[in-house]
T-cell receptor, first 109, second 116 residues
Framework: RKEVEQDPGPFNVPEGATVAFNCTYS??????FFWYRQDCRKEPKLLMS???SGNEDGRFTAQLNRASQYISLLIRDSKLSDSATYLC??????????FGPGTRLSVLP | ETGVTQSPTHLIKTRGQQVTLRCSSQ?????VSWYQQALGQGPQFIFQ???????GRGNFPPRFSGLQFPNYSSELNVNALELDDSALYLC???????????????FGEGSRLTVL
């Protein structure tokens, strides 16, 4: 079983839609979590941190549930420019960043 | 401020050969990590360097080795290349010492290796 798992998608949604991605992790010792975004044939870039109390940044909301070992990302009012792969990341005590396989999103006009 | 740069951007090797990939970290960043990203997969952690010492290693065999130099730049060396080594190799630098993680890794654009 992979340490960080995600539904690979693709998620094809129309502009303006709300879309939610889920991620589960198996290492209960993971210290912190993040969502990274990776455009096609580009490098990953940090999108946002994930906290148990929830974290909102504009149209993006991230949430961590430590009891269920579950992380979510909600994107409201999807834009064409949101089309990308979204990578769920857990960081272990040894500062090892563990990336999930990514969820591919296509926002359609 | 100069970002993370990697070279070469693309290269083709044959099975059994050796390859060296290079990375210049972002200015002021003292920690460098290397990742392997196969097609359709997330980046897999290879190892991390801090103050010229390996500071953490993922599940990769010893034929994957690295170096960090006093100017914080780094090299990834892969010996005895196998077909499955074909992937995008990403270098990431971060500005803080290990133990004070901010969660932001600054990635280079990667070196795309094809092994034939």
């Amino acid at each position: 079983r992979k340490e960080v798992e995600q539904d690979p998608g693709p998620f094809n949604v129309p502009e303006g839609a709300t879309v939610a991605f889920n991620c589960t992790y198996s290492n209960s010792a993971s210290q912190s979590f993040f969502w990274y975004r990776q455009d096609c044939r580009k490098e990953p870039k940090l999108l946002m941190s994930v906290y148990s109390s929830g974290n909102e940044d504009g149209r993006f909301t991230a949430q961590l549930n430590r009891a269920s070992q579950y992380i979510s990302l909600l994107i409201r009012d999807s834009k064409l420019s949101d089309s990308a792969t979204y990578l769920c990341v857990g960081v272990n005590y040894g500062q090892n960043f563990v990336f999930g396989p990514g969820t591919r999103l296509s926002v359609l006009p | 401020e100069t970002g993370v740069t990697q070279s070469p951007t693309h290269l083709i090797k044959t099975r059994g050969q050796q390859v060296t990939l290079r990375c210049s970290s972002q200015s002021g960043h003292n920690t460098v990590s290397w990742y392997q990203q196969a097609l359709g997969q997330g980046p897999q952690f290879i190892f991390q360097y801090y103050r010229e010492e390996e500071n953490g290693r993922g599940n990769f065999p010893p034929r994957f080795s690295g170096l960090q130099f006093p100017n914080y730049s780094s090299e990834l060396n892969v010996n005895a290349l196998e077909l499955d080594d074909s992937a995008l190799y990403l270098c990431a630098s971060s500005p803080v010492d290990p133990g004070r993680n901010t969660g932001e890794l600054f990635f280079g654009e990667g070196s795309r290796l094809t092994v034939l």
